[in-house]
T-cell receptor
């Protein structure tokens, strides 16, 4: 069964450093998402991406965040200058086409900012 | 501000019993409703989706939706210890930028099934 994959599974970085989180969505899916979950809190939407552009973003997704689909398979989230409060699990998800289609989540990347 | 509210629990039920999980949402134009299961340290995994008022059954799981009351629930029959997890309620809005239909999650209800 196709699945969303994410790398790395765990990333440790120093405050102020740039990190890139990588995702490979399911191959015939057209909508891509990043969510984050701070430990003990709810899953929060960051950004959605369709047709090579951002379709919607939350208040969390400020200028230090960016997303890119550099080739036909990868979908990346870049955090330019990490802060302590960026420490969280970051989940990539993808959806095929219809609004009622399921969003499938990847296993997540645990980001720890020291 | 779109809100999804869940009783955080923990909800403890004995093995074989029915577990009942509840969720309310604030956005009247919410369109689609989902229950995800999340084990500790893992990603959300879809259990059920429901789009219209009434009940929807899938094996041991039944989702119930009442749009007038802005309420959605999940019943788990014959609960098993392997059902012990956090159950996340999620909704999408009918008004979504460029077809985004991103999920708004509740904080989740932690379920413990006691053998």
């Amino acid at each position: 069964e196709p699945e969303v994959t994410q790398t790395p599974s765990h990333q440790v970085t120093q405050m102020g450093q740039e990190v890139i989180l990588r995702c490979v969505p399911i191959s015939n899916h057209l909508y891509f998402y990043w969510y984050r979950q701070i430990l003990g809190q709810k899953v929060e939407f960051l950004v959605s991406f369709y047709n090579n552009e951002i379709s919607e973003k939350s208040e969390i997704f400020d200028d230090q965040f960016s997303v890119e689909r550099p080739d036909g398979s990868n979908f990346t989230l870049k955090i330019r200058s990490t802060k302590l409060e960026d420490s969280a699990m970051y989940f990539c998800a993808s959806r095929r086409t219809q609004s009622t289609d399921t969003q499938y989540f990847g296993p997540g990347t645990r980001l720890t900012v020291l | 501000q779109k809100e999804v509210e869940q009783n955080s629990g923990p909800l403890s039920v004995p093995e074989g019993a029915i577990a009942s999980l509840n969720c309310t949402y604030s956005d009247r134009v919410s369109q689609s409703f989902f229950w995800y299961r999340q084990y500790s340290g893992k990603s959300p995994e879809l259990i059920m989706s429901i789009y219209s008022n009434g009940d929807k059954e899938d094996g041991r799981f039944t989702a119930q939706l009442n749009k007038a009351s802005q309420y959605v629930s999940l019943l788990i029959r014959d609960s098993q210890p392997s059902d012990s997890a956090t159950y996340l309620c999620a909704v999408t809005s009918a008004y979504s930028g460029a077809g985004s239909y991103q999920l708004t999650f509740g904080k989740g209800t932690k379920l413990s099934v006691i053998p």
